[in-house]
C-alpha cells in the first residue's frame, strides 16, 4: 500500500520528532505485517495472537504508562497518533488498546502507590491486559441506570450484576468495573464506584464471574465483545479506585480518552477508504477513460479528503488538550462526533466509487464499511455527544454573560 496522505498537523498542533518517528515505525509495521493478513483474519473472526505479540514486543501496551513503571511515558497524543496508523491497518487493534489505555490513564490518575506498583509493570509489557466494563443489558447512554451492585462484605465487595457489551471482556486479566456501592444515592452517580477486577484471561468461568460466549457483531471483527456475569464473586476492597462515590467522575474522565481514541480510530479508518477510493479511481476506466477523469467522482474525492483533513485537525487539537491534562469533555465530544460522523461518509462514498466491487468480499473496503458505524456508537453515541457538547457551551456562555 502507498504511504497515505499524511497530513501535516499545520501550524496548529506540530508532531515531536520521537512522535514522528513512532508514527514511522507503526506504519512500517502494520503495512508489512498486518495490511496483507487483516482481511482474511478479519473474515474469520480470528483474534490476531501474532500480530498481538508483535505490539507487545514493540511496547505499544506501554506507551503511556510512567517510565519508572517499565512504560514509555509518552502522552495522549502519542498514543492517538499510534491509533491512526493502527487502525488504517485494522480497527480492531486499536480496539484491542483501548480499554487497557483507559484503565492505565484511570490508574496513574486516581490509584494508589501500591495499585500502580502491582498492576502497571505487567500492563507496561502487555502480559496484563485490561478491559472497561460500564455498559449493562438495560443501561448504555444513561450510565447512571446501571444496576450491577457492589456490597462491602469486611474487606472485600460482594458483586452481582451483569454487564454488557465488554471489549477484550474474555482476554482482559484486569476489568475496570463501574458499579453502585450505594443504589439509594441521589443524584445515583453519587453512589457509583471503580473495582478492578482480577480474573483469569481466557477463562469462560472464574470464581463468581462466568463470561458466555461472545457477542456476534456485523464488524469489528477478532476483538471479542462479551458479557460478563457477576454472582457474589468477592474484590478486594484494596482494588477500589478512590473512595465511594467517586466512580461515574472517573469513568467520565476515562471516557474522554476513549473518544480522543475513537477519533484517531475514525481518522486511520477514513484515511484507508480514501487510500482506496482514490488508488481503485485511477485503475478502473468507464468510458473510455479512468473513472477518476470523471468530475463527480473527482467531486467525492475532494469532499472526502476535506472532511478527513478537517477531522485529523480536530482529532489531534482533542488529543493535545486531554494530553495536557486538561478537562476536555467539549473538545473530545465534538472531535468522537464529527471524526465518527465524517469517517462513515468518507466510507460510503468510497465504497461507491468501487462500484459493484466495493460490495465484494475481494476489496478491503466492505470490511470498513463494516467496521465504520461501530464508531458513531461506542464511547457514546453521536447524539449523547451533542448533548455533551450543547451542554458545555451553554455552561460556556451562561458564565460569561
Ligand atoms: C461493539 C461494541 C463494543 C462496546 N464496548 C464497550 C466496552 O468495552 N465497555 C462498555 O462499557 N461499553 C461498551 N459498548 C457499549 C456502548 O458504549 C453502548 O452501546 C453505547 O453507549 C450506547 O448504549 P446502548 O447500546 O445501550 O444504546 P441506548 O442508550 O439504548 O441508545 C439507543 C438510541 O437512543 C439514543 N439515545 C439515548 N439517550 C438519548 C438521549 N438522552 N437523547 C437522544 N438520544 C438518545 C442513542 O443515541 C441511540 O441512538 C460497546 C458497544 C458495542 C456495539
Request: aromatic fraction near 6%; charged fraction near 25%.
Amino acid at each position: 500500500m502507498s504511504s497515505p496522505p499524511q497530513a501535516p498537523p499545520g501550524g496548529l498542533v506540530e508532531l515531536t520528532g520521537e512522535q514522528q518517528a513512532i508514527v514511522e515505525t507503526v506504519r512500517h509495521f502494520v503495512d508489512r505485517d498486518v495490511v496483507p493478513v487483516a482481511d482474511e483474519l478479519e473474515h474469520r473472526d480470528e483474534f490476531p495472537e501474532a500480530i498481538v505479540e508483535q505490539m507487545k514486543e514493540m511496547g505499544l501496551f506501554g506507551l503511556t504508562v510512567p517510565e519508572e513503571y517499565g512504560g514509555a511515558g509518552l502522552d495522549l497524543m502519542t498514543y492517538a497518533l499510534v491509533g491512526v496508523e493502527l487502525s488504517r491497518a485494522w480497527m480492531s487493534l486499536s480496539g484491542i488498546m483501548n480499554t487497557h489505555f483507559m484503565a492505565v490513564h484511570l490508574l496513574k490518575k486516581y490509584g494508589t502507590e501500591e495499585q500502580k506498583r502491582r498492576w502497571l509493570p505487567a500492563m507496561a509489557t502487555g502480559e496484563l491486559r485490561a478491559a472497561l466494563s460500564m455498559s449493562e443489558p438495560g443501561a448504555g447512554s444513561d450510565v447512571q441506570a446501571i444496576q450491577c451492585r457492589a456490597s462491602r462484605d469486611g474487606d472485600h465487595y460482594v458483586v452481582t450484576g451483569t454487564k454488557m457489551w465488554v471489549t477484550n471482556g474474555l482476554r482482559a486479566g484486569l476489568v475496570v468495573l463501574l458499579c453502585k456501592t450505594d443504589p439509594t444515592a441521589q443524584p445515583p452517580h453519587r453512589g457509583m464506584t471503580v473495582l478492578y477486577v482480577e480474573k483469569e484471561p481466557e477463562a469462560r468461568r472464574f470464581e463468581g464471574i462466568t463470561i458466555p460466549p461472545n457477542i456476534q457483531k456485523m464488524g469489528y471483527h477478532g476483538v471479542e465483545t462479551t458479557e460478563l456475569v457477576f454472582a457474589d464473586h468477592r474484590v478486594p476492597a484494596a482494588n477500589r479506585l478512590g473512595e465511594e462515590g467517586d466512580g461515574f467522575r472517573q469513568i467520565m474522565d476515562g471516557i474522554e480518552v476513549g473518544r480522543v481514541n475513537v477519533s484517531a480510530r475514525a481518522v486511520g479508518l477514513a484515511t484507508r477508504a480514501f487510500e482506496e477510493a482514490i488508488r481503485y479511481a485511477q485503475q478502473r476506466y468507464a468510458f473510455g477513460k479512468p473513472i477518476a477523469q470523471h468530475q463527480m467522482i473527482q467531486e467525492k474525492l475532494a469532499d472526502m479528503a476535506t472532511k478527513l483533513e478537517a477531522a485529523r485537525l480536530m482529532m489531534l487539537q482533542a488529543a493535545k488538550k486531554k494530553s495536557a491534562g486538561a478537562r476536555s469533555d467539549l473538545e473530545a465530544g465534538m472531535a468522537k462526533y464529527f471524526c465518527t460522523e465524517a469517517c462513515h461518509e468518507i466510507v460510503t462514498e468510497a465504497l461507491r466509487v468501487h462500484g459493484g466491487y466495493g460490495y465484494s468480499t475481494e476489496y478491503p473496503i466492505e470490511r470498513l464499511y463494516r467496521d465504520a458505524p461501530f464508531l458513531l456508537i461506542g464511547e457514546g453515541t453521536s447524539e449523547i455527544q451533542k448533548l455533551v457538547i450543547a451542554r458545555q457551551l451553554l455552561e460556556r456562555y451562561r458564565s460569561e454573560s
